[in-house]
Structures are given as structure tokens and as C-alpha cells.
């Protein structure tokens, strides 16, 4: 028997950088702009619901798709916000956080050999899960433009389609690069998807992190013409609400998507997190000032976060949305993202993460890192004073 029993194909895998960047925080005592959570506690009004509903017995397994009460949640938030209408009993199932959803769906929809396209640098469960499934992605790769927002070109999206392409695993608001994907070219998508009667799963977990100075809003493909009854939208209370530890996400889209995404999803953990699930429901139940406070309050962060990196001399990409930002470390005479992120601990106590980790082309994102901006003022405070030893 050979010493590593784990299956060949998730071999290439080895442990996710934000564990590795998180524990290299920890024990260097950095501040820790790799891995993205929030220095802070969402809601006051979740909070309470979820004790409440703690203490008062909400603790055994919940339905399969989810208790009532959260569906009708979801569905209520998405026509408020996107105009989209959901069927609460056959178009919606609960996850344990996008991840699972994100892998019950391709697990449900791919056969292998199936082909998946994506756009690179991607989450990084993104390509677990397609591998865990048997089927292969097929990255088009995001470059910053003229402009230095990311783009992608339009022939390289046309040739990643074939004959063999199941689906489109798509991510907007774009971890890591914070690109907020424009209405034409979801309409480009829309139309390769169309053309090639082409599934869409699509990854909204920073739905309402469309910065203000966005080219464009956030546009769920979804609702585009032709595009509710092929997409399966993904989202998630960790981002929006500030609870990354609790794990709630949910799909949802038609009843066919959905069906085969919680047939999966069912002999994966079941059910999950009966007490946190009616207390998103009450988040997400919250007045539009909340959404928009909070996307206020991020936009101020990462302007604070730019402000410092570019003090410091990085080239600092324009981040449209999302937690994060991406840096070109080349001014500073980095050529390896990964080089460099591991000897900053010791070079100014900031962790960071490398993007080349994204990517099946890692030249494309060799000389870039990323930073999480949901930090506190005064933590973004003081790393932009440590990065000042970089020069
Ligand atoms: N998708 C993206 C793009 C993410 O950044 C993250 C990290 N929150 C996830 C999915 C995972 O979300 P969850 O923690 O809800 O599983
Ligand atoms: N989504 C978070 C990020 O991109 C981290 C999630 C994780 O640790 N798996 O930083």
C-alpha cells in the first residue's frame, strides 16, 4: 500500500491556502488580510434569534430543503432585490454554506467526462468539486485590461464551449480579483449558453457587494432573457450578515436544478445548523438600510486598505465588490505571489494570499495577491502602517 491513501485525483489538492495563510498568521502573530472573514458580529437582530431559537428547542434535524420559514425568506429577499420569483416548496434548498451547494450541483449535474467551464483565477472549491465528480473545467482566464479591471476575451469563452460542456460555473461579484461581471458580457454568456443548451450555476455569495463605483450594479443571470429556467443561483448568509462559521447557504433556480442538486446534497450532511437557520431568516428579512449600510461600510474599508497598499508601493487592481482586492507585487521587486506572501509575516507581520493558487494557468496570476478588506478601521490602520516597512 502506498503511504498517501487519499484517491489520485484529489491528490493534486494538498491543504487550502487559507488554512495554510491562516495558520501562518496565527503562528507568527501577523495580522490576517489572507483568509476572508469579518473582525466583527453581523446583525444584532440575528444574533438574538439565533439564541432564542437555541433555547427554545430548534435543535433537531430541520427539513431536507429547509424549515419554512428560511425558504420563505429567501424567496421574499430575492424578488425584493432582483425581481426574481421562486416557488418556496420546489425551487429552494438549504445548504450547508455555497460550498456544499456549489458541490452538491456539480456533483448532481456533471457525468463524467462532462465539461465544465469557469473563469480563472476561481474559488478554490470550485475545482474540487468538478474534479470529485469526474468531470474536467475548462478555465478561461481573467487578465486585468488597459484599465486594470479584469476581462476576459471573447474568443477564449467562445472555444472553452464544445460539445462535452455541461455547465457554466460562474462567480459575480469575483472572489478573489472583486470584478463585478457587466451586463454584456452576462449577456455574452447568456447567449453561448443558449446556443449550446448549457446549464448555469452561478456563485452570488457577494450579491449585495456590488460597490457603488461599480462599472455596473450586481446583475443576477438569472434574469436575463431565457436564463431563469437554466441557472441555478448560489448564495449564502456568511458574507452578507457576517457569520461565515455558521454555514448557511442555499440554490435555487428551477425545480429540475434544484432537485438534482438536493438529491446529492442529502447523503452529503442531510440537514444542517437548525438554530442559525430561523435566524437568517430574520436577516434577511432586514430593512434595505442594513444592505446598504453594509456595503457602505465595506466600500470605506476598502478604500481605507488601497489607500494604505498603495502608499506602499504595490500596483493596486480597482476591486469592484466583494471582500478583497488584488495587488501586483512587481513594483516592489516580487515576481512569486507565493514567495512573497510567505516571507511577509516576517517582512511586516501582514499575511496575504497568493491568487496563483486560482489558477490552472498560474502565470497569469504569478505576480498577483490578494487582500481581504472586511477588517475592522483600526486593523486596516495597522497593517497599512507595517506595509510601510515593505519600501
Ligand atoms: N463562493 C465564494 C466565491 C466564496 O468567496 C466563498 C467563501 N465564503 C464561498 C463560496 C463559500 O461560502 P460558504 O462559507 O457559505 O460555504
Ligand atoms: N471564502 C473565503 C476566502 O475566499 C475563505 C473560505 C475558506 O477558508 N475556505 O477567503
Known amino acids: 500500500m502506498t503511504a498517501d491513501q487519499l484517491v489520485a485525483r484529489m491528490r493534486p489538492f494538498g491543504t487550502t491556502i487559507f488554512s495554510e495563510m491562516s495558520a501562518l498568521a496565527v503562528s507568527t502573530g501577523s495580522i490576517n488580510l489572507g483568509q476572508g472573514f469579518p473582525d466583527t458580529d453581523g446583525p444584532p437582530e440575528m444574533l438574538a434569534a439565533a439564541a432564542e431559537a437555541l433555547r427554545s428547542g430548534a435543535n433537531q434535524y430541520p427539513p431536507l430543503p429547509g424549515i419554512p420559514a428560511l425558504r420563505a425568506a429567501i424567496v421574499e429577499h430575492d424578488r425584493r432585490f432582483w425581481g426574481l420569483e421562486t416557488d418556496p416548496d420546489t425551487e429552494v434548498v438549504v445548504t450547508a454554506g455555497a460550498t456544499e451547494a456549489v458541490a452538491a450541483s456539480i456533483l448532481g449535474l456533471c457525468e463524467a467526462g462532462d465539461e465544465v467551464v469557469c473563469f480563472e483565477p476561481y474559488y478554490d472549491s470550485y475545482a474540487a468539486s468538478i474534479t470529485l465528480a469526474g468531470a474536467v473545467r475548462?478555465?478561461?482566464?481573467?487578465?486585468?485590461?488597459?484599465?486594470?479591471?479584469y476581462v476576459f476575451d471573447e474568443g477564449e469563452l467562445r472555444a472553452a464551449f464544445g460539445p462535452r460542456t455541461r455547465l457554466v460555473l460562474l462567480n459575480s461579484p469575483h472572489n478573489p480579483?472583486?470584478?463585478?461581471?457587466?451586463?454584456?458580457?452576462?449577456?455574452?454568456?447568456?447567449?453561448?449558453c443558449q446556443e449550446h443548451?448549457?446549464?448555469?450555476?452561478?456563485?452570488e455569495v457577494y450579491e449585495h457587494l456590488a460597490f457603488t463605483d461599480a462599472v455596473t450594479p450586481h446583475v443576477p443571470i438569472a434574469t436575463l432573457p431565457g436564463m431563469r429556467e437554466r441557472t441555478l443561483r448560489i448564495s449564502s448568509a456568511?458574507?452578507?450578515?457576517?457569520?461565515?462559521?455558521?454555514?448557511?447557504?442555499?440554490?435555487?433556480?428551477?425545480?429540475?436544478?434544484?432537485?438534482?442538486?438536493q438529491r446529492v446534497k442529502q447523503f452529503l450532511t442531510f440537514v444542517n445548523a437548525a438554530p442559525l437557520q430561523p435566524a437568517v431568516a430574520v436577516a434577511l428579512g432586514l430593512p434595505d438600510s442594513y444592505f446598504t449600510g453594509f456595503r457602505a461600510g465595506l466600500q470605506s474599508r476598502r478604500d481605507r486598505l488601497v489607500a494604505g497598499l498603495t502608499d506602499a508601493g504595490f500596483r493596486v487592481l480597482p476591486s469592484e465588490g466583494t471582500y478583497f482586492v488584488?495587488?501586483?507585487?512587481?513594483?516592489?521587486?516580487?515576481?512569486?505571489?507565493?514567495?512573497?506572501?510567505?516571507?511577509?509575516?516576517?517582512?511586516?507581520?501582514v499575511v496575504a494570499?497568493?491568487?496563483?493558487?486560482?489558477?490552472?494557468?498560474?502565470?497569469?496570476?504569478?505576480?498577483?495577491?490578494?487582500?481581504?478588506?472586511?477588517?475592522?478601521?483600526?486593523?486596516?490602520?495597522?497593517?497599512?502602517?507595517?506595509f510601510r516597512k515593505l519600501t
Not at 478561461?140 to 485590461?145: A, I
Not at 443548451?197 to 456563485?203: F, L, M, Q
Not at 433556480?253 to 442538486?261: D, E, R
Not at 486560482?358 to 502602517?385: M, N, Q, T
Request: charged share 25%; glycine share 10%.
Open 177 to 192: 480579483t472583486g470584478k463585478v461581471f457587466t451586463r454584456d458580457e452576462l449577456t455574452l454568456i447568456a447567449t453561448l
Open 238 to 261: 456568511g458574507k452578507t450578515f457576517s457569520c461565515t462559521g455558521w454555514k448557511i447557504g442555499w440554490a435555487t433556480g428551477p425545480a429540475a436544478l434544484v432537485s438534482a442538486t
Open 353 to 386: 494570499v497568493p491568487t496563483q493558487v486560482f489558477y490552472d494557468h498560474k502565470e497569469a496570476g504569478r505576480h498577483l495577491i490578494r487582500f481581504a478588506f472586511c477588517k475592522k478601521e483600526s486593523v486596516i490602520d495597522e497593517a497599512a502602517d507595517r
Open 326 to 349: 488584488t495587488a501586483d507585487i512587481t513594483p516592489l521587486g516580487g515576481t512569486d505571489g507565493a514567495d512573497f506572501c510567505r516571507s511577509l509575516p516576517a517582512r511586516c507581520g
Open 138 to 149: 475548462r478555465p478561461v482566464t481573467l487578465r486585468p485590461g488597459p484599465d486594470g479591471r
Open 197 to 203: 443548451d448549457v446549464s448555469v450555476v452561478t456563485d
